[in-house]
């Protein structure tokens, strides 16, 4: 989960410091520094052949001195040469000031370091750390609005900071954890699904009824039936409305999760009234003193108006208690503008992020609480009966940043 938005925050928090590798690299290495050698013992050579001919050169005939003038002067060029090659070995001060302009952390603030057990991040070194994990935010569909507000945020938390010069990496590590902590916030339900229901019951509303909204294809009727599970297991009776009555196989699956869990379902034939069928349940929900009634509904797009003003009728008919929107994690920003829509039409009180074991850029697990206004209650992280996570800020925000 959260693999690909991990690996960019990761980069980016590490493209703040210096790699380790560029940290160990010598000045000068071995290999450069064998021909350095080899080039101080020809010159010594070449010294000594120098010297041996001065006291040979009163002897020799002019037409033999003028020979070895040719030769003494290509002993010159050699030397020449040999000096040059002895520079080339090593690193020029311009070369090697433009290699440290590449580093991300600037060198002033990088000098700091040598001085000091903190350091301070200079406005240049922020601006290239944080323009580059935003853009990082904004791919992996976290909502422009969000992604500025954190940005900003980010950005006064790394000026007031000082880190330990050894350890600038962990220090921004845990600045991004605290502010993404921030934005998580926002989507803690303030009562868990569970403990609602509980106290609804306690307070003698039963049955509680909550019906579940959002687009085909987003694992909706299969989230409910995870949802009537996990109230089975902690002692909490349901019965299921077939009130997706646009798809006869919306029907047959309501009625196949049902046998599976071991609760009774309540259906229409296909084309029925969707409302009728929600009401005809609750009735049975009395009847039976059963605690709870999930009910099922077509999926709708938001831009279907005529499928969203049956959800109105439905509202009204049924009178759900608590009404949930499954949305997909691999929708994107587009499911922030999907809930806005529906919000115009049916109060919704909370929302379940589907298909997170896909592997989705994630940012929408991010934001959709900030934009939206609303909790999330649950991922849907598998198909399985179980395969449902409550909500957990920490969670991302340690698949994401990890200690």
């Not at 928090?13 to 590798?21: A, D, L, P, Q, T």
């Not at 590590?173 to 934005?183: F, P, T």
């Not at 339900?189 to 085909?216: A, C, D, H």
């Not at 989230?223 to 646009?246: E, L, P, Q, R, W």
Request: proline share 3%; hydrophobic share 35%; glycine share 6%.
């Amino acid at each position: 989960m959260f693999d690909s938005l991990r690996k960019k925050i990761s980069n980016a928090i590490g493209s703040i410091v210096k790699s380790e590798r560029e940290e160990e690299q010598p000045t000068v290495t071995e290999s450069n520094t064998a021909p350095v050698q080899a080039v101080e013992e020809e010159r010594v050579t070449v010294t000594e052949t120098s010297s041996m001919k001065e006291e040979e050169e009163e002897k020799q005939p002019a037409e033999e001195k003028n020979e070895e003038e040719t030769v003494s002067e290509n002993n010159e060029n050699n030397t020449a040469e040999s000096e040059s090659a002895e520079n080339a070995g090593k690193e020029p001060l311009i070369e090697k000031a433009k290699r440290e302009e590449k580093m991300k952390i600037s060198l002033s603030t990088r000098l700091k370091g040598v001085f000091s057990k903190e350091v301070r991040l200079n406005e240049a070194d922020i601006d290239n750390f944080t323009g580059e994990l935003m853009l990082t935010l904004l791919q992996s569909d976290v909502s422009y609005e969000t992604t500025d507000k954190f940005i900003n945020s980010l950005k006064e938390t790394l000026k007031n900071s000082a880190f330990e010069s050894r350890n600038i990496r962990r220090g921004v590590s845990d600045c991004v954890r605290s502010e993404l902590s921030k934005v998580l916030q926002e989507g803690m339900p303030k009562e868990k699904l569970l403990q609602m229901v509980r106290n609804r019951l306690k307070e003698g509303m039963k049955p509680v009824s909550i019906m579940f909204l959002g687009p085909n294809g987003t694992g909706k009727t299969t989230t409910m039936a995870k949802i009537a599970y996990m109230f089975k297991k902690n002692g909490i009776s349901s019965v299921f409305s077939a009130s997706d009555t646009f798809r006869a196989a919306a029907i047959e699956q309501t009625s196949f999760h049902a046998a599976k869990i071991g609760m009774p379902v309540i259906k229409g034939s296909y084309g029925a009234d969707p409302a009728s069928v929600a009401f005809d349940a609750i009735e049975y929900a009395k009847a039976h003193s059963s605690d709870t009634v999930l009910i099922d509904t077509a999926g709708r797009q938001e831009t279907n108006k005529n499928l969203l003003n049956e959800i109105k009728k439905m509202e009204r008919v049924a009178k759900p208690d608590i009404t949930i929107y499954v949305g997909e994690s691999t929708a994107g920003n587009r499911i922030a503008e999907q809930v806005a829509e529906f919000l115009k039409y049916i109060k919704i009180d909370g929302i379940i992020l589907t298909k997170l074991d896909c592997d989705a850029k994630g940012g929408n697990a991010i934001s959709l609480s900030d934009v939206t206004g609303l909790p999330i209650f649950f991922f849907g992280t598998g198909e399985g009966y179980e395969e449902l996570m409550e909500f957990d800020p920490y969670f991302i925000i340690n698949s994401l940043v990890p200690e």
